[in-house]
């Protein structure tokens, strides 16, 4: 899996691009466990099940996707403002809000698109230049597979307009929250807000106005990401520390006990907390 951080005048809807390649040997399968992000991914990947070219939603629990062959995608890792513009690109049934994608995908038919990213993630074959897209023979194939995706998303997300201010604030939510690849670095789990009136008030906004932002351009409600962004700190630091008492844990994460832990836990990973630690200190 590689990644790539957005152009600078994407930085406001494009989280990164990610590019994923795998070549098993004839007769084999990889299952892949996947938790996604809260967040729309945009993905060119010739031959899969839903579409050349897909909008896949945030789901609510783990997926799986089993990999034989070889192949390959090209990726985008959508912010919230950016949502309505590429859901348009869906139709007019998948454009009213994100709370509709949630764990299900809407194929858009370009078959242009596609083409144009093969050709730039196949070495040494002919690249056409065309719509301001060039895939210079300088770049490495993935470099300029994304760089095709990139013109692409540009032009349709600048001709929506820039992101309004409900889009603003989704984004400034999943900061604030943590809920992103690229706050992981930078922000101390404490400062996260537990509640959802006190991510409001750092916000600058009401309660209420955070709730129908977050339903709209991501699908979920403030106080469900609050819970996905605990779930995943919960299990980070298991994995940092199989030794951790889970009802400590489950009081430092504000839980009001170690069964509500574990029934978020079983209800989005598929397995208990202690099942997760223990599968940590055996592969230890």
């Not at 009081?251 to 836990?265: M, N, P, S, V």
Request: proline share 7%; glycine share 8%; hydrophobic share 45%.
């Amino acid at each position: 899996m590689s990644r790539f951080p957005p152009p600078a005048d994407l930085a406001n809807l494009i989280v990164h691009f990610w590019v994923p390649e795998w070549n098993l040997p004839r007769g084999e399968s990889s299952r892949q466990v996947v938790l996604t992000y809260p967040v729309v991914n945009a993905v060119v990947q010739p031959g899969a099940p839903e579409g050349d070219l897909t909008v896949y939603g945030p789901r609510t629990r783990v997926s799986y996707r089993v990999l034989v062959g070889s192949g390959w995608g090209v990726g985008a890792l959508l912010r919230p403002a950016a949502v309505p513009a590429v859901l348009a690109l869906a139709g007019p049934s998948s454009a009213s809000a994100a709370r509709g994608l949630v764990d299900e995908c809407a194929a858009i038919e370009d078959p242009r698109l596609v083409s144009e990213v093969t050709a730039a993630m196949q070495p040494g074959a002919a690249r056409r230049a065309s719509d301001g897209v060039v895939a210079s023979g300088s770049k490495r194939p993935l470099e300029a597979g994304v760089e095709v995706l990139a013109t692409w998303l540009r032009a349709r997300l600048f001709a929506a307009g820039a992101p309004d201010r409900d889009g603003l604030l989704a984004n400034a939510l999943l900061e604030l929250l943590d809920a992103l690849p690229a706050g992981a670095e930078h922000r101390a789990s404490e400062l996260v807000p537990r509640r959802v009136a006190d991510a409001a008030r750092l916000l600058g906004t009401s309660s209420r106005t955070l709730e129908r932002v977050a339903l709209a351009y991501t699908g979920f409600t403030p106080a469900a990401l609050i819970r996905r962004r605990r779930l995943q700190e919960a299990a980070e630091r298991l994995r940092c520390d199989p030794t951790l008492e889970l009802a400590e844990l489950a009081q430092e994460l504000g839980y009001a006990d170690h069964a509500h832990l574990t029934r978020d836990f079983r209800q989005v990973l598929g397995f208990t907390p202690s099942g997760y630690r223990d599968r940590q200190v055996f592969s230890d």
